[in-house]
């Protein structure tokens, strides 16, 4: 099996804001399945029609959590999958899922109150707090988690240890409102689900296997200095090499691919169809409201007639290049934006929701969910892109613009650091910066795709991923960026750094710095000198793990249309549905976290809308995919 990889972009222009509110858009040229903002019809216009309880569009977490939750009640379902392959962004996903007062945190003795989960969105999203929505999302999200862990194939692992972002937020949380799904072995899966299901993204598994941060990430860099760590590595790597040869992918899986390999698992178990390569082409309404989608299967048109409604969760539109120049700033042609997810992800869900009435939120504070990514330079010509997580918070490292100083705690969080690099780039200049290391940094830890050792480095220079000097003001010139403005930084950096300080922007100050760190290196985690040449450095652009501006809907999921009032029998969860945190990033795992739970409800609510009909088995000729 081929691994995905990231089609490639052009370099960014200098660019300025762009502000305002555009009425809905057309489907972008490139990645357009036919949806366009008058998709609607009110009569099927094909033979092939099949009744169905739920219509779910889009199979990442969203999508396959709605469809679950309705099949376990007796609904009969199916997933219509534009890609080829199942999980959407979820697959190429850290996994993560911000889920406060879960089963699992009360197990382990972490019983906080309601009340303060609340205070700290109150505080983070401001005015642009959502109380039913968010109300909703408190007292279903621990409900979800038990569901699946109780009643499904999903089975999850706290995130005890795993703070919010910002510590100094009222309300905020030290640990315990984290899951992730428990590492999952893909043999479990019926082989046709396995052909469909999507590999982990290019950049960040190593020779196509995943590794999850935490024990795991820490054993692959202590392989060479632990001998428990290089005999975890040793097993994986074995294994992993051996799945290779039988099964041309990696089927130990974790992160956001085990959340779907679990959860297509569910599925199954439940009799959910996916159908892949087969995009919802247009919705159907009769007597206002929703019956019907119309799919564009690989054996032709198909109409599927949903009794209980049709869910949109198809991805939200990070590689929608109009849209992004509409609502994105410093985007000024659309195409200065690296997004993370596939690129099927653009924008079919709004577009179908637009097209019934449905309108997409443009109040949010960021429009983007953003993430810092490099691009990567492949031998075959495409170009990937590199989300920077972890190595932001390593001991030995800072982020400067082209003046050559710095500009954020790059311990913070990802979302924060390009929020910061944004505000802090002049208009009229590329908005980059440059992540910069030292040799000892690069061998311990790797900088971006770079591995550190024993793997070898040097091939990313010759590509010039990478960049290099002798000294600061060599590195400086090789980036392009300002020599003096660069030595200087790093000369203050050290001084204080040679004492585990950073007065210019407390890297190492809050329980999440200290969680991406190194415990090993004290007494800050998060601090040490940049010293030992050579230099190395990586530009560091825009990107994103998705969007944030979605659909308007209510506490049920339900779409709105511009009265406020909910659409019939239209549902949107996942980035289809506007974010909840109003266009903030208050901790990790909000996007997969409501997510799930807003799927969770939206399929609780469509089974709730009558008693499900005895479900049929189909004659395998009625399966378009």
Same mark, same amino acid.
Request: proline share 9%.
């Given at each position: 099996?081929?691994?995905?990889?990231?089609?490639?972009?052009?370099?960014?222009?200098?660019?300025?804001?762009?502000?305002?509110?555009?009425?809905? =858009?057309?489907?972008?040229?490139?990645?357009?399945?036919?949806?366009?903002?008058?998709?609607?019809?009110?009569?099927?216009?094909?033979?092939?029609?099949?009744?169905?309880?739920?219509?779910?569009?889009?199979?990442?977490?969203?999508?396959?959590?709605?469809?679950?939750?309705?099949?376990?009640?007796?609904?009969?379902?199916?997933?219509? !999958?534009?890609?080829?392959?199942?999980?959407?962004?979820?697959?190429?996903?850290?996994?993560?899922?911000?889920?406060?007062?879960?089963?699992?945190?009360?197990?382990?003795?972490?019983?906080?109150?309601?009340?303060?989960?609340?205070?700290?969105?109150? @505080?983070?999203?401001? !005015?642009? $707090?959502?109380?039913?929505?968010?109300?909703?999302?408190?007292?279903?999200?621990?409900?979800?988690?038990? *569901?699946?862990?109780?009643?499904?194939?999903?089975?999850?692992?706290?995130?005890?240890?795993?703070?919010?972002?910002?510590?100094?937020?009222?309300?905020?949380?030290?640990?315990?409102?984290?899951?992730?799904?428990?590492? $999952?072995?893909?043999?479990?899966?019926?082989?046709?689900?396995?052909?469909?299901?999507?590999?982990?993204?290019?950049?960040?598994?190593?020779?196509?296997?995943?590794?999850?941060?935490?024990?795991?990430?820490?054993?692959?860099?202590?392989?060479?200095?632990?001998?428990?760590?290089?005999?975890?590595?040793?097993?994986?790597?074995?294994?992993?090499?051996?799945?290779?040869?039988?099964?041309?992918?990696?089927?130990?899986?974790?992160?956001?691919?085990?959340?779907?390999?679990? =959860?297509?698992?569910?599925?199954?178990?439940?009799?959910?169809?996916?159908?892949?390569?087969?995009?919802?082409?247009?919705?159907?309404?009769?007597?206002?409201?929703?019956?019907?989608?119309?799919?564009?299967?690989?054996?032709?048109?198909?109409?599927?007639?949903?009794?209980?409604?049709?869910?949109?969760?198809?991805?939200?539109?990070?590689?929608?290049?109009?849209?992004?120049?509409?609502?994105?700033?410093?985007?000024?042609?659309?195409?200065?934006?690296?997004?993370?997810?596939?690129?099927?992800?653009?924008?079919?869900?709004?577009? =179908?929701?637009?097209?019934?009435?449905?309108?997409?939120? @443009?109040?949010?504070?960021?429009?983007?969910?953003?993430?810092?990514?490099?691009?990567?330079?492949?031998?075959?010509?495409?170009?990937?892109?590199?989300?920077?997580?972890?190595?932001?918070?390593?001991?030995?490292?800072?982020?400067?613009?082209?003046?050559?100083?710095?500009?954020?705690?790059?311990?913070?969080?990802? %979302?924060? %650091?390009?929020?910061?690099?944004?505000?802090?780039?002049?208009?009229?200049?590329?908005?980059?910066?440059?992540?910069?290391?030292?040799?000892?940094?690069?061998?311990?830890?790797?900088?971006?795709?770079?591995?550190?050792?024993?793997?070898?480095?040097?091939?990313?220079?010759?590509?010039? %991923?990478?960049?290099?000097?002798?000294?600061?003001?060599?590195?400086?010139?090789?980036?392009?960026?300002?020599?003096?403005?660069?030595?200087?930084?790093?000369?203050?950096?050290?001084?204080?750094?040679?004492?585990?300080?950073?007065?210019?922007?407390?890297?190492?100050?809050?329980? %999440?710095?200290?969680?991406?760190?190194?415990?090993?290196?004290?007494?800050?985690?998060?601090?040490?000198?940049?010293?030992?040449?050579?230099?190395?450095?990586?530009?560091?652009?825009?990107?994103? *793990?998705?969007?944030?501006?979605?659909?308007?809907?209510?506490?049920?999921?339900?779409?709105?249309?511009?009265?406020?009032?909910?659409?019939?029998?239209?549902?949107?969860?996942?980035?289809?549905?506007?974010?909840?945190?109003?266009?903030?990033?208050?901790?990790?795992?909000?996007?997969?976290?409501?997510?799930?739970?807003?799927?969770?409800?939206?399929?609780?609510?469509?089974?709730?809308?009558?008693?499900?009909?005895?479900?049929?088995?189909?004659?395998?000729?009625?399966?378009?995919?």
């Amino acid at each position: 099996m081929q691994t995905p990889t990231s089609p490639a972009q052009t370099e960014p222009s200098p660019c300025s804001a762009t502000a305002g509110s555009p009425p809905p =858009l057309a489907p972008d040229p490139v990645c357009s399945t036919g949806v366009s903002p008058r998709a609607s019809s009110r009569v099927p216009t094909r033979r092939s029609t099949r009744d169905v309880d739920l219509v779910v569009v889009g199979s990442g977490a969203a999508g396959l959590s709605a469809a679950v939750t309705a099949a376990h009640r007796g609904l009969s379902v199916v997933v219509l !999958e534009k890609a080829d392959r199942l999980g959407g962004a979820t697959a190429w996903s850290g996994g993560w899922m911000w889920v406060p007062r879960n089963p699992l945190a009360r197990a382990a003795g972490i019983d906080e109150p309601r009340e303060t989960v609340r205070t700290y969105l109150e @505080h983070e999203l401001g !005015e642009r $707090f959502d109380g039913p929505r968010i109300d909703a999302f408190l007292d279903a999200a621990p409900q979800m988690a038990e *569901f699946f862990h109780d009643h499904t194939a999903l089975r999850f692992e706290p995130g005890n240890a795993i703070p919010d972002i910002h510590a100094d937020t009222p309300g905020a949380g030290s640990g315990g409102r984290s899951l992730i799904a428990a590492p $999952f072995d893909a043999r479990e899966l019926a082989p046709a689900t396995l052909h469909k299901l999507r590999t982990t993204m290019r950049e960040t598994a190593f020779l196509g296997m995943p590794i999850q941060a935490g024990p795991d990430l820490a054993a692959f860099l202590n392989a060479t200095r632990s001998a428990s760590a290089f005999v975890h590595v040793t097993k994986r790597m074995t294994r992993h090499l051996w799945d290779l040869v039988r099964h041309r992918r990696a089927m130990q899986l974790v992160n956001g691919v085990a959340l779907i390999g679990r =959860l297509a698992k569910a599925a199954d178990d439940l009799g959910v169809e996916t159908w892949v390569s087969s995009p919802a082409n247009r919705l159907i309404e009769e007597q206002g409201r929703v019956t019907a989608v119309v799919a564009r299967t690989p054996r032709g048109d198909v109409t599927l007639r949903a009794r209980c409604g049709v869910v949109l969760a198809a991805g939200g539109f990070p590689w929608h290049v109009a849209r992004r120049k509409a609502m994105f700033p410093r985007t000024p042609t659309g195409e200065e934006h690296w997004p993370l997810p596939p690129a099927s992800a653009c924008g079919d869900g709004l577009a =179908l929701g637009e097209s019934v009435g449905g309108g997409v939120d @443009h109040s949010l504070y960021s429009p983007v969910a953003w993430a810092p990514v490099s691009l990567v330079p492949w031998r075959d010509g495409s170009v990937g892109h590199f989300p920077h997580i972890i190595d932001r918070g390593k001991p030995g490292l800072i982020g400067v613009l082209a003046n050559g100083k710095r500009f954020v705690n790059e311990a913070s969080g990802y %979302y924060d %650091y390009v929020d910061a690099m944004l505000k802090a780039v002049p208009d009229g200049e590329a908005v980059c910066s440059w992540l910069v290391c030292d040799h000892r940094f690069q061998r311990r830890y790797g900088i971006g795709i770079t591995r550190p050792f024993p793997l070898p480095f040097r091939h990313w220079i010759a590509r010039g %991923y990478l960049k290099r000097g002798d000294t600061p003001a060599a590195l400086a010139r090789a980036c392009g960026i300002d020599a003096e403005g660069l030595t200087q930084t790093l000369a203050t950096y050290n001084e204080a750094a040679r004492r585990g300080e950073d007065p210019a922007f407390l890297r190492g100050s809050t329980p %999440y710095n200290r969680k991406q760190g190194d415990p090993g290196v004290t007494p800050n985690p998060c601090i040490a000198p940049i010293e030992h040449g050579p230099f190395y450095a990586i530009r560091v652009v825009p990107g994103s *793990f998705g969007t944030f501006a979605g659909l308007t809907c209510d506490e049920h999921a339900r779409v709105l249309d511009a009265d406020g009032r909910p659409i019939a029998g239209l549902y949107a969860a996942g980035t289809d549905m506007a974010s909840i945190m109003g266009g903030f990033y208050p901790a990790g795992g909000i996007n997969l976290g409501p997510a799930m739970t807003f799927g969770f409800i939206a399929g609780r609510h469509a089974a709730a809308q009558g008693t499900a009909p005895q479900r049929r088995s189909l004659n395998v000729n009625e399966r378009p995919a």
